[in-house]
Nanobody
Framework: QVHVVESGGGLVQPGGSLRLSCAAI????????VGWFRQAPGKEREGVAC????????NYADSVKGRFTISKGNNKNTVYLQMNSLKPEDTAVYYC????????????????????WGQGTQVTVSS
């Protein structure tokens, strides 16, 4: 069965770090851009970061630039989101999703672009 699975969420104090993982199950990420999204209680889901299929170029939401880093794992079927200097406003359920964009530079953070979605992992930033 084709799907993606997130892991790595948890409770962290303000200023702390977490690394989220997104693993592709049943397919390869070679031809997919991967995006991370988040949804806080009472708010709409928003794009956080994405990485392209071909040249691993990246895009970030302004709110996380300089603090979050998206990258591909060595096995090429896992994508990570390294989150540093976390703030209470980063508290949300984080989702990864895939966008079929073979041989394409660049990626999009529009929710409608993405096909396979994980179940999400909770990130809570609180003292």
């Amino acid at each position: 069965q084709v799907h993606v699975v997130e892991s790595g969420g948890g409770l962290v104090q303000p200023g702390g770090s977490l690394r989220l993982s997104c693993a592709a199950i049943g397919f390869t990420l070679d031809y997919y851009a991967v995006g991370w999204f988040r949804q806080a209680p009472g708010k709409e889901r928003e794009g956080v970061a994405c990485i392209s299929s071909s040249d691993s170029s990246t895009n970030y939401a302004d709110s996380v630039k300089g603090r979050f880093t998206i990258s591909k794992g060595n096995n090429k079927n896992t994508v990570y989101l390294q989150m540093n200097s976390l703030k209470p406003e980063d508290t949300a359920v984080y989702y990864c999703a895939t966008d079929f964009l073979p041989w394409t530079t660049g990626c999009f953070m529009s929710i409608s672009e993405y096909d396979y979605w994980g179940q999400g992992t909770q990130v809570t930033v609180s003292s």
